[in-house]
């Protein structure tokens, strides 16, 4: 599954963290500077992969156990590749995705204990070895994040996890930026809109030598 060309850039952080919100004006810069660029989010992105995203958010769905989760977003990660990313990244085109695999170390592995080697095997036999060129990890604490969650409405089954899960989940995804500095960059989610889009605006120039 190794890539021959295009640039794959992930968007991490717990909840909260403006994302959705940065990741429609990364889109729209990358392409006002010439690249093609190709959305994705997770989980979601296929049609397959939508029906499992209504899956796992839905709030009917307590029972759902650790394992079951973690296989479901992979198989919904495993349609989102073959039909969305590789292709996309085979054309040269740059690839703007809304979560990948780090959460579910984050979310799987850290905040419902299942370990980073059991998502470390599945992770294995879906991607094969595929990880995004640059993940931007937007960090806040998670008071802050819930605090912004509350104003959202209707919370999705993730968003009513107790404050110890996203803690473990914020741990993990500092733990991961720590060993791999390489691909991760740190953004301050904390700032305003503005403050966090000058910072995603410097580590983007860099990576992609705009």
Known sequence: MRKEKGYFISLEGGEG?????????????????GKTVVEAREPGGTVVSEQVRQVLLDTRN??????????????????????VILPALTDGKVVVCDRFADAS???????????????????????????????????????????????????????????????RVRRTYLERAAAQPQRFRIIDASQNQEQVWQQVKSVLRAGLDL
Request: glycine share 10%.
């Open 62 to 83: 307590a029972g759902l156990n650790a394992t079951a989760e973690l296989l479901l977003l992979f198989a919904a990660r495993s349609q989102l590749v073959q039909e």
């Open 105 to 167: 170390y984050a979310y799987q592995g850290g905040g419902r204990q299942l370990g980073a080697e059991a998502v470390a095997s599945v992770e294995q036999l879906v991607l094969k070895g595929l990880q995004p060129d640059l993940t931007l990890l937007f960090d806040m604490s998670v008071k802050q994040g819930m605090t912004r969650v509350a104003g959202r409405g209707e919370a999705d089954r993730f968003e009513v996890e107790s404050l110890m899960f996203f803690e």
């Open 17 to 33: 963290a403006g994302k959705s919100t940065q990741h429609g004006r990364i889109v729209e810069w990358l392409t006002a500077h």
